[in-house]
């Protein structure tokens, strides 16, 4: 059974970068046939994808997010990263590592401010 976890700081400044890890445990991010998603969830709104990195390491963004966003791969680890670059308040949310067929991290809070 696949399990992830992200981790990260809980607050980030606005202008800098975000970033967050997603261990997996259970499956290998390079197995074929998965995506691995960075998914969130602003305050009172409904999800939003993010972006993937598929089992390849090619990556797919959200248009609206896409020039602020890189997702990169420790496959040593089983880890996968989201950066997030310039932050401003709207970024605030929790945010979700996900892989597509099934399996949700737990989430964690990323609040932008100064």
């Known amino acids: 059974q696949v399990q992830l976890q992200e981790s990260g700081p809980g607050l980030v400044a606005p202008s800098q970068t975000l970033s967050l890890t997603c261990t997996v445990y259970?499956?290998?991010?390079?197995?074929?046939?998965?995506?691995w998603n960075w998914i969130r969830q602003p305050p009172g709104k409904g999800l939003e994808w993010v972006g993937s990195?598929?089992?390849?390491?090619?990556?797919m963004f959200s248009p609206s997010l896409k020039s602020r966003t890189a997702i990169s791969r420790d496959t040593s680890k089983n880890q996968f990263t989201l950066q997030l670059s310039s932050v401003t308040p709207e970024d605030t949310a929790v945010y979700y590592c996900?892989?597509?067929?099934?399996?949700w991290g737990q989430g964690t809070q990323v609040t932008v401010s100064s």
């Open positions: 259970g499956e290998s991010i390079t197995t074929n046939g998965y995506n």
């Open positions: 996900v892989r597509n067929k099934g399996g």
């Open positions: 990195i598929r089992n390849t390491g090619s990556t």
